[in-house]
């Protein structure tokens, strides 16, 4: 706790200062070991005809590379919080040290050597687990309610379904019998017998 306290006004620890800066240089350095010698191997005419356009391409990707590699360590970095991760480790280092100097050996919270590592991380981590193990239980819980409601729905639907088809088929084999039957009458008869009705129609109006 007091370490995670001092890191929020402490400045950058030098563990931290060394780490970033041996990164960097090894990034600049692995970024530029391609030299334009070996460029030049694999474009040989290209930097023959034309050798300030290929010197001045060979620099924008060795840049770009080397900038591409910062800025995803920079993205790893802040995702797992490594630069507060590292100074609370040095802090704490730091405060170790110094209690062992003082001869404060049996402390509260100091390391001993009948300690295991796994003993001691649990002891912090168990807490933390047991309650994302809670959170965990009741999202599921909630997403098996959401299931079994869409389940229910879906039932529903399928059901209500079932008997829209079942209607429809009945409407269809009912029109397929008016069709049948319709068949069956005689067309002709039919048709003068519209024919004559049209005519009778037209003479009942007033003039």
Not at 24 to 47: G, M, N, P, V
Not at 84 to 90: E, F, G, K, L
Not at 112 to 140: F, K, Q
Not at 165 to 188: F, G, H, N, R
Request: aromatic share 8%.
């Amino acid at each position: 706790m007091l370490a995670k306290a001092a890191m929020k006004t402490a400045p950058d620890s030098k563990r931290w200062t060394h780490f970033h800066s041996a990164l960097q240089l090894a990034i600049s350095r692995s970024a530029h070991k391609w030299t334009y010698e070996d460029f030049q191997e694999c474009f040989t005419l290209w930097c023959k005809e034309e050798p300030h356009g290929a010197e001045g391409i060979f620099n924008t990707v060795s840049r770009h590379m080397e900038d591409q590699i910062h800025q995803s360590c920079e993205n790893l970095f802040k995702e797992f919080n490594v630069k507060d991760s590292i100074n609370i480790m040095h802090a704490v280092v730091s405060e170790a040290r110094a209690r062992k100097q003082r001869g404060e050996i049996h402390a509260k919270d100091v390391w001993r050597e009948n300690l295991a590592p796994h003993a001691a991380v649990r002891a912090r981590t168990v807490r933390v687990m047991e309650s994302e193990i809670e959170r965990l239980r009741a999202e599921l819980q909630a997403l098996e309610e959401d299931n079994t409601t869409l389940y229910a729905q879906c039932e529903d639907n399928n059901i209500k379904q079932r008997v829209a088809d079942a209607k429809t088929v009945e409407l269809l084999d009912i029109l397929d019998d008016v069709y049948a039957k319709w068949s069956q009458l005689p067309q002709d008869e039919i048709g003068v017998w519209a024919l004559e009705s049209a005519e009778n129609v037209g003479f009942a109006q007033p003039p």
